[in-house]
């Protein structure tokens, strides 16, 4: 059974700096495409990188250059964000996906599979 657990989520103040989680299982990570995304209160989920291991790192909000960075440990089957620099804008659920091609896109309806979403709130 293929799933992605998310963890890592939180409360940081501005400035502060997050790792989320994503632990793949049924699965070898290092096969396929990961995407994060995010998605704030009355917002559209949007898509904030991407990750294979024929391209590297596609960003997708520009927002967050500079700041995040998505590495993987092919030994522990995860997937992580490095977040930086938060700010209270980058305050919302954040997604772990798997997409369905071995592309990166920035469409949630090209992911498989999707992490249950863990919450990350930037604030005083």
């Known amino acids: 059974q293929v799933q992605l657990v998310e963890s890592g989520g939180g409360l940081v103040r501005p400035g502060g700096a997050l790792r989320l989680s994503c632990a793949a299982s049924g699965f070898r990570s290092d096969y396929y495409t990961f995407a994060w995304f995010r998605q704030a209160p009355r917002k559209e989920r949007e898509a904030v990188l991407c990750i294979n291991n024929s391209v590297g790192i596609t960003y997708y909000a520009d927002s967050v250059k500079g700041r995040f960075t998505i590495t993987s440990d092919n030994a522990k089957n995860t997937v992580y964000l490095q977040m930086n620099s938060l700010k209270p804008e980058d305050t919302a659920v954040y997604y772990c996906?798997?997409?369905?091609?071995?592309?990166?896109?920035?469409?949630?309806?090209?992911?498989?599979?999707w992490g249950q979403g863990t919450q990350v709130t930037v604030s005083w």
């Open positions: 996906a798997v997409a369905t091609n071995y592309y990166c896109t920035k469409y949630p309806s090209d992911m498989r599979t």
